[in-house]
DNA sequence: CACGCCTCCTGTGCGC
DNA sequence: TGCGCACAGGAGGCGT
């Protein structure tokens, strides 16, 4: 669910709130599905800041008594959310809440997560590359310098995936998901089962990334169902997607019905006309 | 290693 | 109204 956009937004209000509490207690249920680990290490420890990177949540924590610098990884999946309540029992309980994490202000955070596809974990600072081995490969930010234009053409030209397989994959570039990797094809005129893609393609496709990102940041994200910021408050870019659910209605250049189609299992929606492959 | 298919979960909306 | 199926913002595992 949350790309990007969303993990941003909800780190800038989960960050004033979070930074400087220390936890108290934490409860969780067990999932066999191991996507929760290692929550026992949290009470105690003081969450330093929240930082994000790709669709992940960092949470530097304080040394343990044994001097471990740790870490809360968390990422919200499809239907992840975050919310507080404001006195230590649910007056209002929602269903589907997987951790809670009890804070020295008296108040919870609460991880709701209907499928279970989020994630959860405490681990050494820094050690992703047998814990987390995604957060470990994830490719530059797409928001900061690290993401240049003639390094992601050499990118895209080492592999031969359809391009929006490589959109979705994070090591070519971090944070981008389903509805923004539709977004920025259909902005760069690029065909999402395109094999090609060459230098000129490439700096169009590079463009637009950082425009549908950045620009879904200053709405805040785009809610369907599920996300939701910390606050509860929806997002406001769903009525500004071009692509992204528009299948049948007019392409916005061309005014031909775009399609849909299904390219590395995802539903993808583009125009058969001004996309090229 | 690259690629692509299947799976993990739960809920919702649609056609019949 | 009820049932079954397709589909949903992500990504991990496995076979080829």
């Known amino acids: 669910m949350p790309e990007l956009p969303e993990v941003e937004s909800v780190r800038r209000q989960l960050a004033p709130e979070l930074t400087g509490r220390r936890v108290r207690d934490v ?87 209907p499928r279970r596809f989020g994630r959860a974990s405490v681990v050494p600072a820094g050690d992703y590359v047998d814990r987390i081995p995604t ?57 999402p089962a395109s094999r090609r893609v060459g230098r000129r393609r490439a700096a169009a496709l590079h463009g637009a990334i950082v425009e549908v990102l950045t620009s879904a940041i200053e709405r805040e ?3 369907f169902r599920d996300y939701r910021m910390v606050n509860g408050a929806s997002g406001r870019n769903a009525t500004h997607l071009l692509a992204y659910g528009q299948a049948d209605r007019p392409c916005q250049r061309c005014g031909e019905p775009l399609r849909r189609t299904v390219i590395a299992q995802r539903g993808t929606t583009f125009c058969a006309r001004c996309q090229r492959h």
């Open 221 to 223: 994200g785009t809610t």
């Open 135 to 191: 957060l470990a490969t994830l490719g530059p930010e797409p928001l900061s310098p690290a993401f240049d234009p003639g390094g992601f053409a050499a990118a895209l030209a080492a592999t031969s995936a359809p391009v929006k397989a490589k959109l979705l994959d994070q090591r070519l570039v971090a944070g981008v998901g389903n509805i923004y990797a539709d977004e920025a094809l259909w902005r760069a005129r690029i065909h």
């Open 27 to 113: 409860t969780w249920d067990a999932s066999p599905s191991a996507r929760i680990s290692d929550l026992d290490l949290l009470p105690g420890r003081r969450i330093e800041a929240v930082h994000r990177r790709g669709k992940f949540l960092l949470c530097p924590l304080d040394p343990t008594p044994d001097g471990d610098p740790l870490e809360l990884v968390l990422h919200l999946g499809m239907t992840g959310s975050l919310s507080f309540t404001t006195t230590g029992g649910d007056t209002d309980p929602l269903p589907h809440v997987r951790v809670r994490i009890d804070l020295d202000d008296g108040r919870t955070l609460r991880f709701r997560d």
